[in-house]
């Protein structure tokens, strides 16, 4: 059977996006900075990526045999992926609970949206921000609140010794800072 007869299910959907599925039953909270990135990826996809593919796709499929027309064959796989894209955003923003760190009261301990500061074993001293599993950016020191560090973190308070799972075994972590302003 042709794959283009195929429908492809949620976890290959997020496999193929790059996104962890989220566990059953887990709510997919996100910063309000977070949704508005995915928002304007989505509109970029649908508003300005999307009709230059179909532009292009619509050129190539005059030009006659299709089979071997470069333009159009990835052109078409193109569109596949801004499709998948635009789907596993879709789904993403709907079940999104918009959790705004600026709003915490209890500003003591770690919660989602916090910018921790702990040092480890061997007095190395890291700085992470929690966010949402659909908005880490890895080079800015953003973790999923999911991740073994940042689920280690919450609720702790400055002072406080955790112990997070690390390749290696358990390790202990101490909390210095813990702050809730703008990323």
Same mark, same amino acid.
């Given at each position: 059977?042709?794959?283009?007869?195929?429908?492809?299910?949620?976890?290959?959907?997020?496999? &193929?996006? /790059?996104?962890? =599925?989220?566990?059953?039953?887990?709510?997919?909270?996100?910063?309000?900075?977070?949704?508005?990135? &995915? *928002?304007?990826? #989505?509109?970029?996809?649908?508003?300005?990526?999307?009709?230059?593919?179909?532009?292009?796709?619509?050129?190539?499929?005059?030009?006659?045999?299709?089979?071997?027309?470069?333009?159009?064959?990835? /052109?078409?796989?193109?569109?596949?992926? %801004?499709?998948?894209?635009?789907? #596993?955003?879709?789904? !993403?923003?709907? %079940?999104?609970?918009?959790?705004?760190?600026? &709003?915490?009261?209890?500003?003591? *301990? +770690? #919660? #989602? /949206?916090?910018?921790?500061?702990?040092?480890?074993?061997?007095?190395?001293?890291?700085?992470?921000?929690?966010? /949402?599993?659909?908005? +880490?950016?890895?080079? !800015?020191?953003?973790?999923?609140?999911?991740?073994?560090?940042?689920?280690?973190? &919450?609720?702790?308070?400055? @002072?406080?010794?955790?112990?997070?799972?690390?390749?290696?075994?358990?390790?202990?972590?101490? +909390?210095?800072? %813990?702050?809730? @302003? =703008?990323?």
């Amino acid at each position: 059977m042709s794959k283009a007869f195929t429908k492809e299910t949620e976890a290959e959907d997020e496999e &193929l996006e /790059g996104a962890e =599925p989220l566990p059953a039953g887990v709510k997919n909270y996100i910063t309000p900075e977070g949704l508005r990135r &995915l *928002q304007d990826e #989505f509109k970029t996809l649908k508003q300005v990526e999307r009709p230059k593919v179909v532009e292009i796709v619509s050129w190539a499929a005059g030009n006659g045999d299709r089979s071997e027309n470069g333009d159009y064959l990835y /052109g078409k796989k193109r569109l596949r992926e %801004i499709d998948r894209r635009l789907r #596993f955003l879709t789904k !993403r923003m709907e %079940i999104a609970e918009v959790v705004d760190p600026a &709003l915490q009261k209890n500003r003591n *301990q +770690v #919660f #989602f /949206g916090a910018t921790v500061t702990f040092v480890d074993s061997q007095d190395r001293e890291r700085t992470v921000r929690i966010v /949402g599993v659909d908005e +880490v950016r890895h080079d !800015r020191g953003e973790v999923s609140w999911l991740s073994p560090v940042a689920r280690a973190l &919450l609720k702790a308070a400055v @002072g406080d010794t955790v112990e997070v799972r690390t390749p290696a075994g358990w390790a202990p972590i101490e +909390v210095l800072r %813990i702050g809730y @302003g =703008p990323a």
